[in-house]
């Protein structure tokens, strides 16, 4: 639904800010999808007035015209429109106008200054149907009443807002002007002013020219009828045209565009038939015969069936009820008599007819959501109150009014006491009753009252819903479901989110893969036959022989992702993923009872179940830009810092037994994550083999982590120490070693020499001289960093520690390197 700031200002004030406008409906249950002001891409377009027109003097198909925009001195402008002459009032488009074409700077056209430009109905997004005096091929002559120099969106009416709304199928009384007012109102507090229509018409007697029978009464509950005589067929003033033009409805001629009026105004589709065609004078309110047949207005021959209800002559139908009219029941431009018809039809039948023939029209959409069944007449009286301002024929003061309606109106129990526990608020009984008898709702002997316009009311909680928006769903309190405990994250859930985002922070793309996957991925990844991780949990009905087993590794699906990033030419990834792993059942725990499933009849299953283990995992994979073994090194490292798990051990992969994922590794460059003898994880540079099957041409590099040793190792409370007292004591330490010690059992051995004043070990130095590597060995240096909480550390204790360290570094083959 369209809807026209201007047209809404004639039932409510509306001169508040657009966004807040917007908002307040929004949050009151007229939800705003957007708005648009009407000509926001043009600007410094004025109304100017031609003075004079002469030839170019280079150019036989240009002139040259001197422009009075209101201004001290007129401008020039170049033209090749030949449908202006002096005199006439043009839009001038000035130097830096923008239009929806692009933007207007003054220039020279063969020789000769232009100023601006003359602008045409297309050049400013109209058409003739706005404006259908105008030439729609050359400059638009302007014919309105407006001054030199005025601002074209005021000058021709195009400075109207329209703001779109949804509107939900339970409340077709929105999909209207009047029912957005009767909301605007309620959600500002302000008064609704809705003049009820009125007409004074000519002396006649329309059962004299007219008569109308419904046949069928549960489908057409009521149908309203009136004649228009001595009708004058032609355009509709400007106010109509733009109100309807900033609904999305195109002008056509005054009759078309009263009936479009209305149905925007109020809410009700209208029709109107040119007399002449209804043959025998006579409408019939009818189901159609099986096989009827039906021209309809868009010129598409339709077949009926007897469940659809027509609007019918002696003879023929005229009309698909609540859908569209016939091709001969338009008004035409020498219509002389027209028959208005306001009637209610059943929502379903139009619905179904609709669906059945693939018709849909404005009417039918309206139909099938429901109308107001006691409106019709009110709009018929006002379609003739439009005729007699629009002076557009003459209207008899007799109708014909078959009324068959229910006018009982919907009424539910009012109980503030229920619709606060509803609601979870304290709202006072008065306050419950202002805010519906601003929704038109009245309260009487316990009940409210709905109006006839509201078809959705049928329950107390429909009732509380009307308070709650007009009190403020912001006002609302929030408060916990009764009877149901408050959700909270587990502590796996909330530790794998601090995993989660801890790698994020070092620059990781989290991924999703299946856990189902191919039982040739064991051999992608050198595992052994003999080893644990072949031994799978088979599904029973698999997609394929792809997916028909559940994983017991997620470094293969992690490494099918790296592929296929490198293979689409991405330079570089850095990907994870926190997922399960499920390993065999050490013992038999079926989940089925067999017992139980005989018992009760049905087939014992033929399998026999166990539920596998289901450990998650943290799984690292990289290559490309700077990654190496130390970057992905580093990111572990960093990542067990931020779970405050320290004094870890890093061993070579090769020399464990508890990961067969080190076959896929590089055996010189992974390594086993250990603390306290628990294996966290596994990590490393992937095995050339591995790389060359998965198709990657730059080296790459995986982790995989489990989460809940993780989890088991992590502090739980974080332990602050107060800034140190006393100064450190640094010392230095170049060791001579064989190129196979790793730098673990170097810095093990430190550590466990200096005791608990060690504060930290830096290694700063490798060095490999010719010499060295022709004896197999390699220089490393260390900054040993010690402090007391104690006191000041003197020389005797420095010195004691040190001793101490090159005693236990002796131990492992390292020498001081002289």
């Not at 001289?769 to 104690?790: F, L, P, W």
């Amino acid at each position: 639904m369209n809807l026209s700031m201007k047209w809404l200002g004639d039932y409510v004030k509306a001169d508040m800010p657009i966004k807040d406008f917007c908002h307040a409906l929004t949050m009151s249950g007229s939800k705003v999808e957007c708005y648009e002001k009407e000509g926001s891409n043009i600007s410094n377009v004025v109304v100017g007035k031609i003075l004079s027109k002469g030839p170019h003097e280079n150019a036989d198909a240009l002139f040259v015209c001197q422009v009075d925009i209101g201004g001290e001195a007129p401008i020039q402008i170049v033209t090749n429109a030949k449908n202006v002459k002096e005199g006439d009032l043009v839009p001038v488009a000035l130097d830096g106008a923008v239009l929806p074409e692009g933007k207007i700077k003054k220039c020279k056209m063969r020789g000769v200054e232009s100023f601006g430009m003359f602008c045409g109905l297309d050049t400013l997004g109209l058409t003739a149907h706005d404006f259908p005096y105008a030439d729609p091929e050359g400059v638009f002559v302007i014919e309105e009443d407006c001054k030199l120099g005025e601002d074209i969106h005021t000058a021709i009416g195009l400075d109207d807002t329209s703001v779109e709304f949804e509107i939900t199928s339970n409340r077709p009384d929105c999909l209207s002007v009047i029912g957005l007012a009767r909301e605007t109102a309620a959600t500002y507090g302000t008064e609704l002013n809705v003049k009820a229509p009125e007409f004074k018409g000519v002396d006649g007697d329309i059962n004299s020219m007219l008569k109308v029978d419904i046949l069928n009464t549960e489908k057409c509950q009521r149908y309203c009828a009136g004649i228009v005589k001595n009708v004058k067929i032609g355009p509709s003033p400007r106010w109509m045209r733009e109100r309807l033009r900033a609904s999305g409805v195109r002008p056509i001629n005054n009759f078309v565009d009263i009936t479009n009026y209305v149905m925007l105004e109020y809410g009700q589709p209208m029709h109107a038939f040119d007399l002449r065609y209804v043959e025998g004078a006579h409408i019939n309110v009818r189901n159609a015969k099986n096989g009827e047949k039906i021209m309809t207005l868009d010129g598409v021959e339709r077949e009926l069936t007897e469940d659809m209800l027509v609007i019918a002559d002696e003879k023929k139908p005229v009309a698909v009820a609540g859908i569209m009219g016939g091709e001969y029941s338009g008004i035409m431009d020498d219509t002389t008599t027209v028959v208005f018809e306001s009637a209610y039809f059943e929502p379903t039948q139009v619905r179904r007819t609709s669906k059945a023939l693939k018709l849909k029209s404005d009417a039918s959409s309206r139909y099938e959501k429901g109308v107001d069944r006691l409106i019709s007449m009110t709009c018929l009286k006002r379609a003739f109150e439009l005729v007699e301002e629009l002076g557009a024929g003459e209207v008899l003061n007799t109708v014909i009014d078959r009324d068959y309606t229910d006018k009982t109106p919907a009424a539910v129990e009012f109980s503030a006491e229920w619709i606060n526990n509803f609601l979870g608020t304290d709202i006072s009984e008065a306050d419950m009753i202002k805010y519906l008898e601003r929704l038109e709702f009245k309260v009487e002997n316990g009940k409210v009252i709905a109006p006839s316009f509201r078809i959705d009311i049928g329950c107390k909680a429909d009732i509380a819903e009307e308070v709650a928006r007009i009190y403020g769903y912001n006002n609302i309190p929030s408060t916990d479901f009764r009877g149901v405990a408050r959700a909270e994250f587990t502590e796996e859930q909330k530790f794998a989110r601090t995993l989660r985002n801890a790698v994020v922070s070092l620059g990781g793309y989290e991924i999703a893969t299946y856990s189902f996957v191919s039982p040739k991925y064991f051999d992608k990844i050198r595992l052994p036959q003999d080893s644990k991780l072949r031994k799978v949990v088979r599904i029973v009905n698999p997609l394929g022989e792809d997916t028909s087993v559940m994983r017991t590794s997620t470094i293969p699906s992690m490494l099918d992702v790296l592929s296929f990033n490198y293979n689409n030419r991405n330079e570089k990834a850095c990907l994870f993923e926190i997922s399960k792993e499920y390993l065999p059942a050490e013992e038999e725990k079926p989940f089925i009872n067999g017992d139980t499933l005989a018992n009760s009849g049905k087939q014992k299953h033929k399998y026999n179940y166990s539920l596998p283990d289901e450990p998650q995992r943290l799984t690292i994979g990289t290559y490309g830009g700077d990654a190496d073994f130390y970057t992905l090194k580093g990111m572990v490292e960093q990542l067990l810092a931020e779970l405050k798990i320290e004094d870890v051990e890093y061993v070579r992969a090769g020399d464990c037994e508890v990961f067969d994922e080190k076959y896929a590794l590089h055996p010189g460059r992974s390594a086993v994550i250990l603390k306290d003898g628990a294996h966290l994880g596994i990590m490393g540079e992937v095995h050339p083999e591995v790389q060359e099957t998965y198709e990657i041409g730059v080296k790459t590099y995986v982790a995989k982590l489990n989460i809940p040793e993780l989890m088991a190792a992590a502090a739980d409370k974080i332990t602050y120490q107060p800034l140190p007292k006393f100064p450190a004591t640094t010392r230095d330490l170049s060791l001579l070693v064989d190129e196979d010690t790793p730098v673990a059992d170097l810095e093990k051995a430190i550590k466990g020499a200096v005791g608990k004043i060690l504060e930290k070990v830096t290694l700063f130095d490798v060095y490999r001289s010719e010499d060295m590597k022709k004896n197999g060995k390699k220089s490393i240096a260390y900054s040993i960093s010690m402090r007391s909480h104690e006191g000041t550390l003197t020389d005797e204790q420095a010195d004691g520690a040190m001793k101490r360290v090159l005693k236990a570094l002796n131990a492992i083959g390292a020498e001081l390197r002289g």
